[in-house]
């Protein structure tokens, strides 16, 4: 298992960082979060877990320790795969996750694109005695305000991981105002904004800009 990549950035898209290891680039999905953390040409190190299939080999990145932990269990959980806990961790930090469990949350696990009613109601029995309390150092009362501030806006996420990908501040604020209408669009329909789809969205209008 590879447990961890460090290195300098070499590149960066919106769900790939690019870190070169002993003179080798190794491609690592990381949640938009993550990528907005990262500079390209800047050291830097993420803890993985690589995902093993017939035919791919999947190297997942997380700020931490904690968060590849989480990642790995949320996958214990009947019909969640790699890019679903992935898509979990991009919406709550493990900690907001931890409580949602805890605390029977339905709307908070529903926030993610893909997780339904039903799909929440399911996760909730299975990873009630997997995910345990939360771990922040003000204890439970401070994960629950965490958890009811809810994780970044997505104008934030999408700024912040704009500029992570080597783009000025405002570019970053321009691209977030051509795709607001489809983010609204978006939480009037599912109660959330996808910041990965939205991201790549900003992307086209930037590229057309230029």
């Known amino acids: 298992m590879i447990a961890f990549v460090s290195g300098p950035v070499a590149a960066l898209a919106p769900t790939t960082a690019v870190i070169e290891v002993g003179g080798v680039g190794m491609a690592v999905q990381c949640t938009p979060d993550t990528i907005a953390g990262l500079r390209v040409g800047e050291p830097a190190r993420l803890a993985t877990s690589l995902v093993v299939r ?14 590849r932990q989480v990642f790995e269990l949320l996958q214990t959980a009947s019909g969640v795969g790699p890019r679903l806990a992935q898509a979990m961790l991009g919406v709550h930090r493990p900690d907001a996750l931890r409580l949602a469990v805890s605390t029977g949350d339905e709307k908070a696990l529903t926030a993610v694109p893909g997780i339904g009613k039903k799909g929440a109601q399911k996760l909730l029995l299975e990873l009630k005695d997997k995910l345990g ?23 934030e996420q999408l700024a912040a991981a704009l500029v992570g990908l080597g783009y000025a501040a405002r570019e970053a604020e321009d691209a977030v105002a051509a ?8 939480i009037a329909a599912t109660g959330s904004a996808p910041v990965p789809q939205l991201l790549r969205a900003a992307l086209q209008t930037l590229n057309r800009a230029r």
Do not use: C, I, K, N
Not at 57 to 66: H, I, P, V
Not at 142 to 149: L, P
Not at 179 to 186: I, K, L, P, R, Y
């Open 54 to 67: 017939e035919d791919s080999l999947t190297l997942y990145g997380f700020a931490d320790d904690d968060e």
């Open 133 to 155: 309390a939360p771990l922040g150092t003000s204890g439970l009362v401070g994960a629950q305000r965490a958890a009811a501030a809810g994780p970044a806006p997505w104008s």
């Open 179 to 186: 795709v607001a209408g489809q983010a609204e669009e978006a």
